[in-house]
């Protein structure tokens, strides 16, 4: 519109999720109108971002150091291990406070259709990460999805020779859900792990 | 959370309009896990966008030269000056394709509580602009708020000894709008402004 550099800023706002052609202009033209201080700040922190942050060696997480600071705590249990698809995921479960052990990001799921096996999220590793004899307990956070499910199970089967108890968490009606909107895969799914209260 | 770039890309994110704490975080985990040659792309996008992208020194929209490409331009009629409040305003009429003489930003509306008079807008060099005797009609297009219609009257005002014509960007019912949910002041400036058909 303005010139081939507003342009160019507003086809690179476009890769920001949930960021459409409209949200990008008005997005390019409050950086450049309102807050170029800003938009500095915010260059030099994705240039930073991008090249320190990477994988943590142990659980693969995202880290600046050689391993994440969950790995290296030891405030926190190493017995238990936490398995989730994503850094997202451990974003997620830590911000709900609900958890003292470590993690294992597996970095996806299983998806045969797409060429993702077992390899391809890293099951030798986590095998041989058991096999260490310290962990006691895996509680398996994939996702609730079909694939999710499906990489759960296929974990408890490929480690099914190692003295690990495997836990999954729990699948049920949200906190402050109302069962007329919740949907009915998830309530009957309720129904059946029903706890006994009494 | 999972270190300081993190935590600071997070922060620098939130500069963005309508960018709140879990969208930044969520902008954050993308640009690290799945696009950081994206996210590269767009640090040097802003640096270059803040660098070279200025004010126009004829109408006050943007550019990355002296004088922009629409100023600059033989094609456009520069008999016809559309008046807005800001380069978005120059946008937005631009991508309505209803126009095709310059424009003229004033670069805010007046606002009294606020301290902006007629100088902070740059009444003085709309009038010598005016003044050359080359402009036959402006087109207010202030926005249709309390500031914007104050701002319209008093530029009609201002400009009353100089033998320009002034309009003023229709009000109505927005194209495509049920009368049953447009406001009762749009609806009253529409039966007001009724255009004769026959
Ligand atoms: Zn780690
Ligand atoms: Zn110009």
Redesign the interface.
Known sequence: ??????D??V???R????VGPK?A?????????K??E?????????????S??HECSICH?????EV??ICVSHERDDQILCLVE???D??AI??SGSFRGKYHVLGGHLSPLDGIGPDEIGIPYLLQRLSGGNVKEVILATNATVEGQATAHYIVEAAKHLPVQMTRIAQGVPQGGELEYVDSHTLSQAVHNRMRMK
Request: proline share 4%; charged share 15%.
């Open positions: 519109m303005f010139s081939d550099r507003f160019q800023l086809q690179a706002l890769i920001l999720p949930s949200s202009q008005r997005m390019a033209l409050h950086l450049i109108m807050n170029k800003g938009a500095v700040g915010l260059a030099h922190a994705l240039n930073e971002a991008t320190y942050i997480s995202l880290t600046e150091d994440c600071n994503s850094p997202a451990v974003m830590e911000q």
